[in-house]
């Protein structure tokens, strides 16, 4: 027992650091900090004599006295979490009925199933020592205390107080100091970009079904902190992360409680410093109920920090910090397992620079965008600071803001002095109808893993850019990234010499040179700046306060009236501010993020690209939900809105801007199209479908006719808004020749040049009428955004100012607050050009500008469009080629393929055949040739990255309408798909198919035939080389794209571990038909045998050439004796006609090693055959000649 007597003194009162003076008379009796609602609260027990000292601060109008009269033996904070108050009155628990009826629970806790409940060792009972309307500090029985958190009403939590009072302990400035030399360093990176990139969906979903057991094999029904469930659960986290490379432990904190599951990843150089990434795995369910899934609280935070954790595997990453993931019990008692651990880590006085905690990651409303919460009151604020920035860099479409729905085990870290945040699924209250519910599944509405992995793409490149990693690449050598600051010894010095006192310390995120001469930034340290373009000094504002103070979250957007007087920001959670540039007066404000009471905005979320209207009346913003919102810009109704524009589709508005002329505006998507609005009718004019990616930029020429994007396809697009007519299409010219995405991107005043700023840390000058860069800039950072200056000098000639992350650079020297200016004079002052976009061949044959050699070989000379970055090709089944050979064990050469099996097709007009009594064109399918994926030959994973973004993007092409198939009702979302005949390559190219094809099926059946199992064990093996064309089939099966009714035909490979191979066959879900079964059963069994395993799902064909016999077919890598004939691969073909296909390939044809090319001729024959059976209903009769067969 903590007292034995009645008449203890209870103070609550709002947290103020004053209280905790250590010369004062409270900091000896501190209990901890409680939230109540958005308010945090301090628990003390004072003595009498300590009252008059402390009266001023502590006895406010928010304090509470309490004298307790019973003796005490646990004190318990209940509170009602932060639930938006649907959910409270969908649940039933709005009144405080419940609230009573759970102090009755209290008189007579229960023994529940699978729960092992110590009996009460006093009388049962409790005492209420403070209560508001969310709110209550209770003192129970022991007994009551182990269980309380079942009894409480299902919207409130429980939080048990430590055994003693607790030392308050702040975040010393010393211990953010990793934190902020990453903040005023922070860059986007590319390796970070692809690491964080590969976190697999399918793996989480596995996962999470398993820890809810949705899989009907965990055999979990509850994780309740006592439940038998919660130690399965354990024990299974420890061997997974363990096979990741990690060293695991579990710790016991309280009797009965399972363990904290402790992963440690050891710095590979020497530190002392540890990072800490963590969720709980234990869960709730609904009262009285013995079931407690806890899908999404807090599975999904438990299953990301798992997708860390293989992903650090898989990309074979070693950190230059000590790093942890943790998996916390005893969370919903009262943080009980963090308690602990974090006490012993101040107990061990270990140097822990962050912490971040991973709480309901997953729900995700219908019409809200992905979202990002940062606690709105409990935590570091760089910490919290840190993740936004990144999430904008890496994730950029959630939508980031604060949430009071606090706190999660990030709480015990903040309260031990270490820098400490958390991430949450929503920007505002909980919005999950099953919080706290026994139907806390996986497999619901709302659960969303997209949203989980770029939630948990944030968590994992935080990790990358605060710890510092190395990765092994292919050929041995290390790359090796640090978080080091650069060395700015030049450029303070050259800053000092200007007087230039205020540079940003953080990357520019938007950048002006504004009409009166000046250059206007916005940054991530949250500040607008005004400089003098002439010297690089800053442009003092007038009025006494100067520019108005930092913003805390950065801010991502920037515009500025044509007179350049006002400039309009966006920060990262949604707040725009109109601020005055002479005198540094915020004009109006508006805030379209959600706080406590929910959104703002009707059928909108939080704005991230502002722009104004030239007439300064107005101003548009973009976000979430694939909406442009016109707001006034008057300082008297700033933020009222005057309309809304919408897209029809939800996706997030990366940028939006105003014409010139005021008459439209344009706004780019998150999926690469661009729409463009008529102001006047509200209505929506045009789509552009050029980009493949996100559209990360756009601008207007001066005279409004052109439209200029930046994508992260890498490309710029030029769009002639004059010829649009109202009808979608692509770009009249495209620019390539950046290196990574194009991030920012601008027209001169004269329409003649155009300018870029790309991730690849170039700037590239345009000449728009001969579609050519004339000049390259190289800076040292990620470049975010370029202007030019609005007043050009005579003949075309200016200059122009970028915003990046390093620097900034006035003529000839490198400057801290990332700006560059360079004078375009020499760049253009030779050129004449005369070819302008309106000229009349580009108008007629503008979509044929890229080609330099006319006549390119099509298969059976198809159609052929490229259909990467042309949206608007309609078709039903497309030819792609994958060139890609890199993941040979043997002969290389297959990356030659395509174009020998295309060389070796026949002409359209020759399609019928006989044996199937019909012609591919027969059916009126529209049947398209897309050429080859560029994909790179030095980096495996990166290629196998091309190939799953291409396949998606030519995936979610629209159909002719012509024709019907079967994928709509085997689709996810009910629409139908075109389907895909991919040329290999070697066979691993089937992983990224089968990835791409998963999120629209789900898990496919796959007939798979070879020679070659290719279901190699990958056990021990980690990075790229887990991947090869031998061991593909695996990785699939622990992704969980296949079915269990998968099928090989054609096997006769010799095998090293003789029917160890077969039980490992089988375990990842194929049974085999080996080359012999033709002999002994016969082809129609061999037919009947396939079509009966994989049944009615959706299926998914991969032909390796070497099923045929070498003699046939002699040009693979891997040829083995004793195959298949053509003709009776041919056979079985014919005989699979009318089941479900989805897609199918045919690889490893090596060209090299043909003669007479008769392999390419055999592929290209099955090719075919594959046009044929993905149209026919059921196979083809045999055929009947004028003399028949009957009598034979």
Request: aromatic share 8%.
């Amino acid at each position: 027992m903590w007292f034995s007597a009645a008449s203890t003194l209870f103070l609550v009162t709002p947290f103020s650091k004053s209280l905790l003076d250590p010369k004062g008379c409270l900091a000896d009796n501190y209990w901890g900090q409680f939230t109540e609602g958005d308010k945090a609260l301090a628990v003390f027990t004072p003595e009498l004599n300590c009252f008059s000292d402390v009266a001023k601060h502590a006895f406010t109008s928010g304090a509470s006295l309490v004298e307790s009269t019973k003796p005490i033996e646990r004190l318990v904070w209940v509170e009602q979490t932060a639930v938006d108050p649907s959910v409270v009155e969908a649940a039933g628990f709005y009144h405080y009925s419940e609230v009573e009826a759970f102090l009755k629970r209290l008189e007579a806790p229960r023994k529940r199933q699978q729960e092992v409940i110590v009996p009460p060792l006093l009388s049962s009972g409790y005492e209420i020592l403070y209560e508001s309307k969310s709110a209550m500090l209770l003192s129970v029985s022991h007994a009551s205390a182990q269980i309380i958190d079942t009894l409480v009403p299902r919207v409130w939590k429980s939080t048990l107080l430590p055994a003693a009072p607790v030392q308050f302990i702040d975040v010393p400035e010393e211990a953010k100091a990793l934190l902020k030399s990453v903040l005023s360093t922070l860059t986007f990176d590319a390796e970070v970009a692809a690491i964080v990139e590969s976190i697999s969906v399918p793996q989480m979903i596995n996962d999470i079904r398993y820890l809810t057991g949705e899989d009907g094999v965990s055999g979990i029904m509850s994780r309740h902190s006592f439940a038998d469930g919660s130690r399965v659960a354990a024990d299974w986290l420890k061997s997974i992360f363990e096979g990741t490379g990690a060293t695991c432990e579990l710790q016991p904190f309280l009797e009965g409680f399972t363990p904290n599951v402790v992963c440690a990843y050891p710095s590979a150089v020497e530190s002392n410093s540890t990072i800490i990434f963590s969720a709980h795995y234990d869960s709730r369910g609904s009262f009285g109920n013995t079931r407690a899934p806890g899908g999404d609280d807090d599975g999904s935070g438990t299953i990301a920090i798992l997708a860390l954790a293989r992903t650090i595997a898989r990309k074979s990453v070693k950190f230059h910090s000590n790093v942890q993931l943790v998996a916390f019990g005893g969370e919903e008692q009262g943080l009980l397992g963090s308690r602990a651990y974090a006490r012993a880590l101040r107990e061990q006085n270990a140097n822990v620079t962050l912490m971040v905690q991973a709480d309901m990651l997953g729900y995700h409303a219908e019409d809200e965008p992905a979202q990002l919460g940062l606690p709105v009151s409990i935590g570091t604020t760089e910490a919290a600071q840190l993740v936004a920035n990144i999430s904008a860099l890496y994730s950029p479409e959630l939508r980031v803001g604060y949430t009071a729905a606090c706190c999660s085990d990030h709480q015990s870290f903040h309260e031990q002095g270490f820098p400490a945040t958390q991430v949450f699924e929503r920007a505002g209250p909980i919005i999950d109808p099953m919080y706290h519910n026994s139907g806390d599944l996986s497999d619901r509405v709302g659960y969303d893993f997209d949203q989980i992995k770029s939630i948990a793409k944030v968590q994992l490149a935080t990790i990358l850019h605060a710890a510092g990693f190395e990765t092994n690449k292919r050929d041995g050598t290390l790359s090796t990234y640090s978080t080091l600051p650069p060395n700015r010894t030049q450029s303070l010095a050259f800053l000092h010499a200007h007087d230039c006192s205020e540079p940003h310390t953080e990357a520019v995120w938007g950048i002006a040179w504004t009409a009166m001469d000046n250059v206007v930034s916005v940054s991530a340290d949250g500040a607008i700046k005004q400089f003098h373009s002439a010297s690089g000094q800053p442009a003092a504002a007038a009025g006494s306060a100067g520019m108005p103070p930092p913003h805390t979250l950065g801010l991502v957007s920037l515009s500025v009236s044509r007179d350049g007087s006002r400039a309009l920001t966006n920060s990262v959670e949604g707040l725009t501010t109109l601020v005055d540039l002479a005198s540094g007066e915020v004009l109006g404000r508006h805030e379209s993020f959600v706080r406590e009471g929910g959104a703002t905005d009707e059928d909108g979320g939080p704005s991230w690209s502002v722009s104004l209207h030239p007439d300064g009346a107005t101003f548009a913003a973009s976000g979430s939900g694939g909406k442009v919102a016109v707001y006034s810009a008057q300082p008297d109704s700033f933020g009222q809105e005057v309309a809304k524009l919408s897209t029809g589709r939800s996706k997030y508005g990366m940028a939006c801007a105003y014409s010139p002329d005021g008459k439209r505006v344009a706004l780019a998507s998150e999926t690469g199209q661009i729409y463009v609005f008529d102001v006047e009718s509200a209505s929506l004019n045009t789509t552009y479908t050029t980009h493949a990616l996100a559209v990360r930029s756009l601008v207007w020429s001066a005279d409004s006719s052109l439209l200029l994007s930046a994508s992260e396809d890498k490309r710029l697009a030029l769009h002639d808004v004059r010829d649009a007519g109202g009808a979608s299409g692509g770009a009249v010219a495209t620019f390539t020749g950046h290196s990574s995405w194009a991030l920012s991107v601008d027209i001169s005043q004269d329409g003649r040049l155009g300018l870029s700023g790309s991730a690849d840390k170039t700037i590239k000058v345009w000449d728009i009428g001969a579609r050519a860069a004339v000049s390259t800039v190289q800076d040292n950072g990620e470049v975010w955004s370029v202007s030019w200056r609005p007043k050009p000098s005579p003949g075309g000639a200016g200059a122009f100012v970028s915003g990046g992350e390093e620097g900034v650079d006035w003529p000839r020297t490198m400057l801290a607050p990332v700006v560059f200016l360079a004078s375009a004079v020499a760049v253009v002052a030779h050129k004449q050009h005369t070819l302008q976009v309106a000229d009349p061949w580009y108008k007629k044959y503008g979509d044929q500008k890229d080609l330099v050699y006319t006549g390119p070989l099509s298969f059976m000379h198809l159609p052929y469009a490229k259909c990467l970055e042309d949206a608007s090709q309609a078709y039903d089944i497309a030819i792609l080629g994958f060139p890609f050979d890199t993941t040979t064990s043997y002969r290389p050469g297959a990356r030659l393929g395509p174009r020998s099996i295309r060389t070796m097709s026949p002409m359209s007009g020759k399609g019928f055949t006989l044996a199937w009594n019909a012609g591919p064109f027969d059916f009126g399918a529209r049947l398209l040739d897309c050429g080859d994926v560029p994909l790179t030959p030095i980096n495996n994973a990166k290629a196998i990255d091309q190939m799953e973004v291409a396949y998606d993007t030519l995936l979610a092409r629209p159909v002719s309408g012509q024709t019907r198939s079967t994928t709509a009702f085997m689709a996810k979302d009910g629409v139908e798909r075109p389907r895909i005949v991919t040329l290999g390559g070697d066979h691993t190219i089937v992983l990224p198919i089968l990835r791409s094809l998963h999120k629209v099926y789900g898990p496919i059946s796959v007939i798979h035939f070879d020679a070659h199992f290719d279901t190699g064990a990958v056990a021990g093996v980690i990075g790229q080389d887990r991947i090869s064309h031998g061991s593909y089939f695996t990785i699939a099966a622990e992704e969980g794209l296949m079915t269990n009714t998968s099928i090989h035909g054609g096997i006769r490979q010799k095998m090293a571990k003789g029917k160890d191979v077969i039980t490992h066959d089988e375990e990842v879900g194929f049974a085999v038909i080996s080359t012999e079964d033709i002999d002994d059963y016969g082809i129609d069994a061999v037919i009947q045998k396939i079509r009966q395993r994989v049944g009615t799902g959706p299926v998914y064909l991969s032909l390796d050439i070497d099923t045929i016999d070498p003699g046939m077919a002699p040009a693979t890598g891997t040829p083995e004796a004793g195959g298949w004939t053509t003709r009776e691969v041919k056979r079985i073909l014919r005989g699979l006609s009318g089941l479900n296909f989805v897609g199918a390939d045919v690889v490893e044809v090596a060209p090299a090693y043909d003669h007479a090319d008769i392999t390419s001729l055999a592929a290209a024959s099955i090719v075919t055959d594959f046009l044929m059976m993905m149209q026919m209903e059921k196979p083809p009769s045999p055929h009947v000649g004028p003399f028949g067969f009957e009598d034979y």
